[in-house]
């Protein structure tokens, strides 16, 4: 193999070629690394909503605290 001085180290090749027979076997583990990806943005998404709720709930009860301390 010849290396060129204008070889960029790899910067330019085919990072996702399509499946072929020799190589299908190494495209099991996309669908699982996809699979991972969704659960965990869903998981990121969920653990996001959950600590909004808990910041509206300490707002909502230190409102009605200060509702509460003040009489009318």
């Known amino acids: 193999m010849t290396v060129h001085s204008d070889d960029k180290?790899?910067?330019g090749m085919i990072v996702?070629?399509?499946p072929s027979s020799d190589n299908e076997a190494d495209w099991d583990g996309d669908?699982?690394?996809r699979a991972d990806r969704l659960r965990?943005?869903?998981e990121q998404a969920m653990i996001k909503e959950?600590?909004?709720a808990r910041a509206a709930a300490k707002a909502?009860?230190?409102e009605a605290g200060k509702n509460a301390a003040q009489p009318e």
């Open 50 to 52: 959950q600590s909004e």
């Open 31 to 33: 669908e699982a690394d």
């Open 9 to 11: 180290d790899g910067q």
């Open 16 to 18: 996702n070629p399509k």
């Open 60 to 62: 909502a009860a230190e």
């Open 40 to 42: 965990f943005e869903e």
